[in-house]
């Protein structure tokens, strides 16, 4: 988005005026739709990190490395470089997101094993670890109080 990796801006503040194309008049208003905005019509990047993104919600890191023909530290970089985070980072966060979209149908043990959990407990510590709180804290509203970036 930045015409340089994004490993380089990972864990670092960068002013939103900074980013082009974005509103930042509307940010606050629509988050989301702002930022879709802001990303339409750019190039979605590499074939094979779209690939790995894909088999990340599905299998491990060696497993999506090992499919997809390269070393973990091949990938690693690859996905690092274009998405900021690494491939283990990015899993967690789209199994959290997962957690979420179920949580709602179920009972807490059944939505861990949906979403590719070893266990329930596994789950609410991966959760509280990214989120600050627990799945069903997080659910029924109590959310954990904004803190500053960087």
Do not use: M, N, S
């Given at each position: 988005m930045l015409g340089r990796p994004l490993r380089d801006l990972a864990d670092r503040v960068v002013p939103l005026r900074q980013l082009p194309g974005v509103d930042v008049g509307r940010l606050l208003d629509d988050p989301v739709g702002v930022l879709v905005a802001a990303l339409a019509g750019r190039a979605v990047g590499d074939d094979l990190v779209a690939s790995a993104a894909d088999l990340l919600s599905r299998v491990t890191v060696a497993d999506t490395a090992r499919r997809l023909h390269i070393s973990e530290r091949r990938l690693r970089t690859l996905f690092t470089d274009s998405v900021g985070l690494s491939p283990k980072?990015?899993?967690?966060?789209?199994?959290?997101?997962?957690?979420?979209?179920?949580?709602?149908?179920?009972?807490?043990?059944?939505?861990?094993?949906a979403v590719g959990y070893y266990d329930q407990s596994h789950m609410t510590a991966e959760f509280r670890h990214l989120m600050g709180v627990p799945p069903a804290a997080y659910v029924a509203g109590r959310r954990p109080a904004p803190r500053p970036c960087g």
């Open positions: 980072h990015f899993a967690r966060i789209r199994r959290v997101r997962a957690v979420l979209a179920t949580a709602p149908h179920g009972r807490w043990a059944d939505v861990a094993t």
